[in-house]
Each structure stands twice: as structure tokens, then as C-alpha cells.
């Protein structure tokens, strides 16, 4: 039988060391701090979200008989807008949809230069109540 040598693992370290430098028989611990420590955390928590997302997103929900992705019915896009009641396939209303509320006819007609009164809410509900009430009439 062979006789085991006492000093093979200090032997294979230093031929590491010769062929590689000294940093790879470093234990990994000694480069660990808090600091990394807490990155190292905050980097699986935003990736834990985004699977979490993207799990949720490819989801299939069964709607009227059909499997859909459950990302094609949460989007919460309302298009109609609620001032003249239209539905918009217009990209240039979505600023005027997100910022004020209504379309961009409905901005050059009841908006603009009069944008204070437009965001008072009960203001906006008088006027447009006024303005339709006017249309049925006459």
C-alpha cells in the first residue's frame, strides 16, 4: 500500500498559487463584507419581483371558454374619453388622455387656456353637464 504524503494539500495549493496567483486559493470569505452582503440581498429581492412579474404576466386565465395571457387583460388602457365619449386610436391622445383627461379635440375645445378650471373636478362635471345639456336642447 502507498503511503499518503501529510503535505499533498499544501503541495497542490502552491502549484495553484504558481499557476494561478495567490488570490485562488483565497477563501471567499475574506472578500465578503456588510456592504456586499446587503447589495447581494437587494439584488435577489429585485430579481425575486421580476419573475414574480413575469410569472404573473404569462399566466393563462380561462375567458369565456379561451385561454388568455393574463398580461392581454390587465392593461388598463381606457381609450374612451370621457368628455365627448369617443373611442381614440390616436397615439397623440394618450398625453392629452394622461394629462388632462380627455382627448385632444376635447382639449382644443374645452381645455386649453382654461386649464385651471378643467383639473376642478366639480367644475369640470358643471360644465360638461351644461354643454351636453345645451346640445339636447338645441
Not at 447589495?39 to 379561451?66: A, C, H, P, T, V
Request: net charge positive; proline share 1%.
Amino acid at each position: 500500500m502507498k503511503k499518503r504524503d501529510s503535505n499533498w494539500v499544501v503541495k497542490i495549493e502552491k502549484a495553484i498559487a504558481e499557476k494561478y496567483g495567490h488570490i485562488a486559493i483565497q477563501n471567499p470569505r475574506s472578500f465578503w463584507n456588510e456592504e456586499k452582503e446587503a447589495s447581494y440581498l437587494d439584488q435577489i429581492k429585485q430579481r425575486y419581483k421580476k419573475d414574480n412579474k413575469r410569472r404573473e404576466s404569462l399566466e393563462k386565465i380561462n375567458k369565456d371558454g379561451f385561454f388568455l395571457s393574463k398580461k392581454l387583460l390587465t392593461k388598463d388602457e381606457d381609450r374612451v374619453c370621457p368628455a365627448c365619449f369617443e373611442y381614440s386610436f390616436n397615439l397623440k391622445d394618450d398625453l392629452y388622455m394622461n394629462k388632462y383627461d380627455c382627448c385632444w379635440k376635447c382639449y382644443v375645445q374645452f381645455v386649453e387656456r382654461r386649464e385651471e378650471r378643467w383639473m376642478n373636478i366639480d367644475q369640470r362635471v358643471e360644465f360638461l353637464g351644461n354643454f351636453y345639456k345645451g346640445k339636447d336642447n338645441g
